[in-house]
C-alpha cells in the first residue's frame, strides 16, 4: 500500500517504524524543524530525524493551505494517508486526495477526549480507562467515524509519560492491525459523552493544596514530564513528578512527614521532584539536599 505518514512528536515515531517495516511510504510530513536546546539552533522533529534515518522523504510545509503543496500532495498519489500527532488542521483538498482518505490515530475512547492533550487531561480528570482509537479523518476537530478501538486502564500512580508510551505502542500496533483489515466498517461517534482536550497551559502547574489528595495527586502525575506540577520552596520552583495518595492530615501544605504533604482533604506523598538546573530524582534523594519548610503554599 503506497502510505503518506503525518507525524511530528516522539508519540509519533513508533507509528512510523511499524507502518515503515510493512508498507510503502512514499512520503512523511513532519513540522518543519524549530529552535531547540541552548544554542537555539533549528531542530528537526523526532519524526524527520526517525524518517531520514530510514532512508524516506521527508516533507515539511509550514502550513498545508498553499494550493502548491495541495497539488504536491496529491501528486502522490497515495493510497492512503496515517495522520499521529502532525499539530496542523488538514484542509478538505489534503483529506480528499488518498484514495482511501486519512486515518488518524488518537489517544482517547472517543468521543471522550477530543483535541489537543488527551493523555493530560484524561489523568488529571481521574478516568479510570483510556485507549486508542483509529479514526477516518473529516473536517471537524476528531469527530470522525471510528474504524478500531482499542481500551487500557489506567494505573493509580501512572504519570502521563508512562501513559504516552504505552498508547503509543498500542496505537503502532493498532494501525498495521487496521490497514490489514480494511476495508472495515466504520462507527459514528456518539453525541453524547463529548469532550474536549484542552491544550495545557502553564498556568495550571501551579499546586493548590487546598484542593483535594486526589485531585493534587492527579495534577502531579497529569502534568509529568511536562509542563510539571510545581511548588516554591525558598528560591527555587521545584516540580513535582509523581505522588501517590498518602495517609494523614493537617492544614492544607503542611508538610507531615518526609516529602509527605497534607491536602484540603488527605495527602499524597510526593516519590520523585526535579530541582531547578538539576535531573529528576527519587524524593529520598531531593531531601538529602533540600530542606523543606513547615508549609507549602
Known sequence: MKLIFMGTPDFSVPVLEALAAQHDI?????????????GKADRPSPVHQKALALGLSVRHPARLTDPVDQAEFAALHADIAV??????????????????????IHASLLPRWRGAAPIHRAIMAGDSHTGICIMQ????????????????PINP??????????????GAALIVQA???????????PKQGITYATKIDKAEARIDFTQTAETVDRQI????????????IGPERVKLLRSRLAEGRGTPGQVLHGF?????TG???????????????????????????????
Open 26 to 38: 512514499v512520503a512523511v510530513y513532519t513540522q518543519p524543524p524549530r529552535p531547540a536546546g541552548r
Open 83 to 104: 495522520v499521529v500527532a502532525y499539530g496542523l488542521i488538514l484542509p478538505q483538498a489534503v483529506l480528499d486526495a488518498p484514495r482511501l482518505g486519512c486515518l488518524n
Open 137 to 152: 479523518m473529516e473536517a471537524g476537530l476528531d469527530s470522525g467515524p471510528v474504524l478500531l478501538r482499542q481500551e487500557t
Open 157 to 170: 500512580q501512572e504519570t502521563t509519560a508512562d501513559l504516552h508510551d504505552r498508547l503509543s505502542a498500542m
Open 179 to 189: 490497514l490489514d483489515q480494511l476495508p472495515l466498517t466504520p462507527q459514528l461517534q
Open 221 to 232: 502525575r497529569g502534568l509529568s514530564p511536562f509542563p510539571g506540577a510545581w511548588v516554591q
Open 260 to 264: 509527605t504533604i497534607a491536602c484540603g
Open 267 to 297: 495527602a499524597v506523598e510526593i516519590t520523585e521532584a526535579q530541582r531547578e538546573g538539576k535531573r529528576p530524582m527519587p524524593a529520598a534523594e531531593i531531601l538529602k539536599g533540600l530542606r523543606l519548610p513547615t508549609h507549602l503554599a
